[in-house]
């Protein structure tokens, strides 16, 4: 089942490797992070970051390995966006020669970046970006400025405190024009003392949502006052300002501006299989180990994870880690191809990797926020400790329902993709790729419910047409319904929950999809496919709220721990007194509470100042 997970032996070995590399390290001790101040948990990010570098060049990585290095290290900074982010974007929007020079520096950390798109106003509405980049003559250089308050740069992490360039997003002036949003190189500190550069104001955007980790991110905010850089540090692939100040734009798509984002959508899907598959991975083996009432005659009491209303709670969030893990398989590989197909100018694939990037990113990290924070709830009042590993996971994946485009805009997206798809099936138009099954439009449309007897909700392909026609169904609807405005866009607008609610159909049948083409492969392992083909049903049956669910979860429930020990997580990496391997969670509940620097002294601090007073004084006045 671990090479199921992990997708290949080679994964499951790198993975182990770097695991226990990190797990072994003592400077990357995570169990105190809860208790440190802010200042003290971000100091503690910079050494593991460094130490990691350090690791890196001595061991001599692999980039495979040191991405995984750095996710075992479990603890977002500044390397997140430069990796993750800053490196891409020059990569994507880089002529040949500025990748050549900045990616030399940054693949060398002589650089740290990150990705500084988002403004004070406007996030979500690119377009709406207020910063100026104007180009002057004279002098061969673009004046970089935030001329009102909303322009600020606001949230790009690592750019409060350690970020020495950043890829600026900002609105394109030449010859009095405006051009919209372009992006550029900007240094933003000294490389020498790392101070601020003249005209930048820049810091830390202030603490955010829960304690330890993503607190550990110098989320930051910037000013620039008339901040000049050389024409060549605007990105060029996809467009130019001549010596002169003549904008030219070359033939790729303005939508390259926005490759980046498509590319680290992709990434979160795999980021919300992980996060949630921790989380269940925690729920599961504490329900194996919680016993709470026993049968009246005095017997033994009963495993909380035999429980129906356990199982019903719990199991489908172990179906849609599995779910979300394949899919996020096939996203990667879908987004691959699209950037092979850039390479030779084929731009045909675009919209859909657009479409399936911002579709999925959405339906994952919803699911995952929702179900990390039922996993805390399904632990009982343990789930409430930091110890449990489950308010941090929580607080650290909550942000990905917001960042790298909000969920509900960026379904919005998929909507308007399925609403062009439906006009131009209406037209004839052979649809192709996740939305061919909006071919079959007079089928889905009339068939009878394909499922008849109970066995027929385990067939697969019975169960894909299901989701087929129901996706199928409720877009045609919303287009209907369109059609009826006075307008396309005032349709849409009004239609706008409906086709929320479209898109997520949409994508949920590419995961039940992806989830059943699996099933079709290889798969190594006595008894494996079995487990994998129940957590298909698993997965499809609870978002149509199936009857035959109540079956399938007793059928899974002597491998649950199993399935979740699959995951092949440290301790360490879980980070999680509830999730131990070895079940050991009373004490290690005990231990944990101990560390804590409030049980530094046995009387409190405040007592002498507070509490005494207090006392004494309401013991006087009793005795009056
Ligand atoms: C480890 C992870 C760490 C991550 C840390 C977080 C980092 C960040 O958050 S970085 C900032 C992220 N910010 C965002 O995601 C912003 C979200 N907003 C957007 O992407 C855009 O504003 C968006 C798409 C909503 C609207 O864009 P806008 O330019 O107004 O275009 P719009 O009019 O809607 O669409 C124009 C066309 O472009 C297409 N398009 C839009 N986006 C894309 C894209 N990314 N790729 C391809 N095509 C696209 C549309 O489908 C549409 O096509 P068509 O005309 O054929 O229908
Ligand atoms: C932890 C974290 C890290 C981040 N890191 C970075 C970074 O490194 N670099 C960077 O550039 N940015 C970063 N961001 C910013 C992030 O990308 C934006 O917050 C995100 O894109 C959402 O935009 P917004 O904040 O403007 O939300 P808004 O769009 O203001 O959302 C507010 C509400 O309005 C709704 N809404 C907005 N538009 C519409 C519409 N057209 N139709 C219907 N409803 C709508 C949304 O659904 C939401 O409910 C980060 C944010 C967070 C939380």
């Known amino acids: ?129 207020e910063t100026t980049a104007t180009f002057d003559p004279s002098t061969d250089e673009f004046i970089m400025h935030s001329p009102t308050l909303t322009s600020s740069k606001w949230w790009p992490g690592g750019l409060g405190k350690t970020s020495t360039h950043a890829v600026v997003y900002a609105r394109l002036i030449t010859e009095g024009k405006d051009y919209g949003i372009h992006g550029f190189i900007m240094q933003l500190r000294s490389l020498d003392d790392h101070s601020p550069l003249p005209g930048i104001t820049i810091g830390d955007i202030g603490g955010k949502f829960g304690s330890g980790a993503y607190n550990s991110m110098d989320n930051g905010v910037m000013r620039l006052d008339h901040v000049r850089i050389p024409r060549d540090q605007m990105l060029m692939r996809l467009a130019q300002v001549t010596r002169e100040g003549k904008y030219v734009h070359s033939d790729v798509p303005k939508q390259l501006l926005y490759g980046t984002m498509v590319y680290v959508r992709q990434t979160i899907v795999a980021d919300a299989s992980r996060a949630l598959s921790r989380a269940v991975c925690i729920a599961v083996r504490y329900g194996a180990i919680r016993k709470q009432f026993g049968s009246k005659a005095g017997g033994p009491e009963t495993q909380v994870l035999n429980y129906k209303t356990q199982q019903s709670r719990l199991f489908p969030f172990l179906a849609s880690a599995y779910a979300f893990r394949f899919v996020g398989q096939w996203l990667k590989w879908l987004y691959t191809d699209v950037t092979q197909k850039l390479e030779s100018k084929d731009f045909s694939t675009l919209p859909e990797a657009h479409a399936c990037t911002a579709g999925l990113k959405s339906v994952t ?16 009042g343990h789930g409430y400790l930091n110890s449990s590993g489950l308010p941090e996971l929580f607080a650290v994946n909550l942000p990905a329902c917001t960042y790298e485009g909000d969920n509900v805009v960026l379904l919005l997206q998929v909507a308007r993709f399925l609403m062009k798809t439906v006009s131009q099936v209406a037209s004839g138009k052979q649809p192709v790729g996740t939305t061919a099954y909006m071919g079959n439009i007079q089928h889905l449309m009339q068939c009878k419910s394909v499922v008849n007897t109970v066995e027929d909700w385990l067939n697969p392909a019975a169960i894909k047409e299901v989701f087929e026609a129901r996706a199928l169904r409720m877009a045609v609807n919303c287009a209907q319904n369109i059609s009826k405005a006075p307008s396309q866009e005032e349709g849409f607008s009004e239609l706008s929950p409906d086709l929320v609610e479209a898109a997520v159909a949409h994508v949920q049948l590419i995961i039940v999809t992806k989830f059943i083409e699996k099933l079709q492969e290889d798969i190594l392992g006595h008894g494996v496919k079995e487990q994998l083909q129940k957590l298909c049903g698993i997965y499809a049956l609870h978002l149509i709220h199936n009857e035959r669910l109540g079956k399938l979860y007793a059928q899974v429930r002597p491998n649950a721990v199993a399935l979740v020990d699959a995951f092949d997580y440290t301790d360490h990496y879980l980070g999680s007194a509830l999730g131990r391997y070895d079940g050991d969670v009373y004490s290690a509940l005990y231990k944990e509470a101990w560390k804590d620097p409030l049980n530094e002294t046995v009387v409190p601090d405040g007592y002498q100042e507070h509490l005494r007073p207090l006392l004494k004084q309401q013991l006087k006045l009793s005795r009056l």
């Open 1 to 129: 089942m671990k090479v199921a997970w992990a997708g290949s032996r080679h994964a499951v070995e790198v993975a182990d490797r770097m695991a226990c590399l990190v797990a072994s390290d003592p400077v990357f001790r995570k169990d105190t992070r809860t208790m440190l101040s802010r200042k003290e948990l971000f100091k503690d990010t910079l050494k593991k970051a460094a130490h990691a570098w350090k690791r890196t060049v001595e061991l001599h990585l692999t980039e495979e390995e040191a991405n995984l290095l750095r996710l075992y290290i479990d603890q977002p900074g500044y390397v997140d966006l430069h990796w993750v982010m800053f490196v891409p974007a020059i990569k994507g929007q880089g002529t040949e020669e500025q990748q050549k020079k900045w990616l030399t520096m940054a693949y060398k950390f002589q650089i740290i970046g990150t990705y500084a798109q988002t403004e004070l106003g406007h996030g979500s509405n690119v377009q709406g970006l």
């Open 365 to 380: 990290t919803s699911a995952t926020a929702d179900a990390i924070e039922e996993c805390q709830k399904l632990c009982g």
